[in-house]
């Protein structure tokens, strides 16, 4: 039912800055609580950032707090992961989930899922 398409990935030097950005389609009856999610190489997948469907809650990763943040713009109906001062740790496969449940759930899981974009921070 809802389709993502994730974009702005890239190649970036530490203490740098990138915008990644999710573009949500498909039969929605309404406006989903959305988040992005990491898998770096060698780890597991992880949490970075939520927002829910109103724009007016949001939860982020104890790991990015202060450097990243997450925005959405309804009219465009495109979410949006600010990530400023990029460390090397942060190089990772980024994506982008959705759901229909509660924002926070979007801690663990997500129920649809873009194809992904890499971020690859250098030293």
């Known amino acids: 039912q809802v389709q993502l398409v994730e974009s702005g990935g890239g190649l970036v030097q530490a203490g740098g800055s990138l915008r990644l950005s999710c573009a949500a389609s498909?039969?929605?009856?309404?406006?989903?609580?959305m988040g992005w999610f990491r898998q770096a190489p060698g780890r597991e997948r992880e949490f970075v950032a939520a927002?829910?469907?109103?724009?007016?809650?949001?939860y982020y990763a104890d790991s990015v707090k202060g450097r990243f943040t997450i925005s959405r713009d309804k009219v465009k109906n495109t979410v949006y992961l600010q990530m400023n001062s990029l460390k090397s740790e942060d190089t990772a496969v980024y994506y982008c989930?959705?759901?229909?449940?509660?924002?926070?759930?979007?801690?663990?899981?997500?129920?649809?899922w873009g194809k992904g974009t890499l971020v690859t921070v250098s030293s």
């Open positions: 927002i829910s469907g109103s724009g007016s809650i949001t």
């Open positions: 498909g039969r929605t009856f309404s406006s989903p609580a």
């Open positions: 989930g959705a759901t229909y449940a509660s924002t926070s759930g979007l801690r663990s899981t997500a129920d649809y």
